[in-house]
C-alpha cells in the first residue's frame, strides 16, 4: 500500500513575502498566522511579508535572516500551510522535518501544540543566535564528495593547527542533504582550511554559507541548557503517525526519545539523506513538502530517486485558492 510522508523544511528555505498570500487568500493559513502574532506578542507577519517597499528589500532580508524570526517564520509558515491542507489532502503516514522542520513534523503529528511548538522554536532560535555570538563559527556546503570522505577531512583538519601552531578548532558534517551534498559546521577557521583541502579530497565545489552560527556542530553547546529545561517542562504527545528523527534517521513515537533528540540535534548532525532512505523503505512512495520553497522535494529525489513522487505545497497557488 501507498503511504505518504509529509517534509518540513529548515532554515535556508524562507524569503521575504511567504506567507503574505496565503494569509489573503486561505483563511484557514489566516487563522494560524493571527494565533503566532497573538502567542509571541509581536506581528511575526510583518517581519514574514516585509514592507513590500523596494527601498528596504535589504533591510527586510536581514530582519528575517535573524535566527530568531526566521526558526519561528518558517514553523508557522509551514504549519499555516498544514492547517489548509486538513481535510483536502490525505493525512500523513509519517512525517519529518529538516532541523528547524523537526518541530513542525511533531507539531502535524499532534506531539506537541502549535503554542508549545511556537515558542519553544522561538526560543531556540535566539539560543542559537547567543550561541553564535559566544563561539562564532561558520558553514560550508561540500559537493561531490562521499560521506565517509568528508568525515575524515573534518577529522583531519579539526586535529591540526595553523602556521603559527594555533590550532584550528572542530569541525563536523552537519548536514547529509543528499548524496554529495554535504554541509560541515564549526570553527571558522577550521571550516574555512575543510574548504581549502576539500578540492585535493575530491569535492566538485565548496562554499562557504552565509549563516549566523555553527548550527549542528559542538559550537552550539551553548544553547542546549537553555533548550533542555524548556523542553523538560514542554508537554510532548505520542504522535499520531511514526516521526523520522533528524539525529538518528530512525522513526519513532516515543515522547521521551523525542525530547531528548530535540537537545542532541542542536550539537548532532542532521541525517536527513538516510531518513528518506528509511522512509522509502517503511513504504513511503510520496514525498509531500509543507511549507516554504522547493529544496525538501528536490533532496527526495537526489536520495531516493529521479522518479520518486513528490509534491510541494507553500503558495495560496498551491493549494488551489488564487
Request: hydrophobic share 45%; net charge negative; proline share 4%.
Amino acid at each position: 500500500m501507498s503511504k505518504r510522508a509529509y517534509l518540513f523544511p529548515g532554515q535556508g528555505s524562507q524569503s521575504v513575502g511567504m506567507g503574505a498570500d496565503l494569509y489573503e487568500n486561505v483563511p484557514a493559513a489566516r487563522s494560524v498566522l493571527d494565533r503566532a502574532n497573538e502567542v509571541l506578542g509581536f506581528p511575526l507577519t510583518d517581519i514574514m511579508f516585509g514592507s513590500g517597499v523596494a527601498d528596504n528589500a535589504a533591510q527586510d532580508a536581514a530582519a528575517l535572516m535573524q535566527t530568531q524570526n526566521t526558526q519561528p517564520a518558517l514553523f508557522v509558515h509551514s504549519m499555516s500551510v498544514f492547517a489548509a491542507m486538513k481535510g483536502a489532502h490525505a493525512a500523513p503516514d509519517m512525517v519529518a522535518g529538516h532541523s528547524l522542520g523537526e518541530y513542525s513534523a511533531l507539531c502535524a503529528a499532534g506531539a506537541i501544540s502549535f503554542e508549545d511548538a511556537l515558542r519553544t522554536v522561538r526560543l531556540r532560535g535566539e539560543l542559537m543566535a547567543s550561541a553564535g555570538v559566544v563561539r562564532p563559527g561558520s558553514m560550508a556546503a561540500i559537493l561531490g564528495m562521499e560521506d565517509a570522505d568528508v568525515e575524515a577531512l573534518c577529522t583531519e583538519v579539526s586535529g591540526s593547527s595553523d602556521s603559527t601552531g594555533a590550532a584550528l578548532g572542530v569541525v563536523q558534517a552537519a548536514n547529509y542533504n543528499s548524496p554529495g551534498q554535504i554541509v560541515i559546521s564549526g570553527d571558522v577557521a577550521a571550516v574555512a582550511k575543510a574548504v581549502e583541502l576539500s578540492p585535493g579530497k575530491g569535492a566538485r565545489r565548496a562554499l562557504l554559507l552565509p549563516v549566523s552560527g555553527a548550527f549542528h556542530s559542538p559550537l552550539m553547546a551553548y544553547a542546549t541548557e537553555g533548550l533542555g529545561k524548556a523542553l523538560a517542562a514542554l508537554t510532548i504527545n505520542t504522535p499520531t503517525c511514526p516521526v523520522f528523527l533528524n539525529v538518528t534517521a530512525k522513526a519513532t513515537t516515543d515522547p521521551e526519545v523525542i525530547r531528548s533528540m530535540l537537545v542532541e540535534q542542536l550539537t548532532a548532525p542532521v541525517r536527513w539523506a538516510q531518513s528518506m532512505v528509511a522512509m522509502e523503505a517503511a513504504g513511503a512512495t510520496h514525498f509531500v513538502e509543507v511549507g516554504a520553497g522547493k529544496v525538501l522535494s528536490g533532496l527526495a529525489k537526489r536520495t531516493v530517486s529521479r522518479e520518486a513522487e513528490t509534491s510541494a505545497f507553500g503558495t495560496a497557488a498551491d493549494l488551489g485558492a488564487v
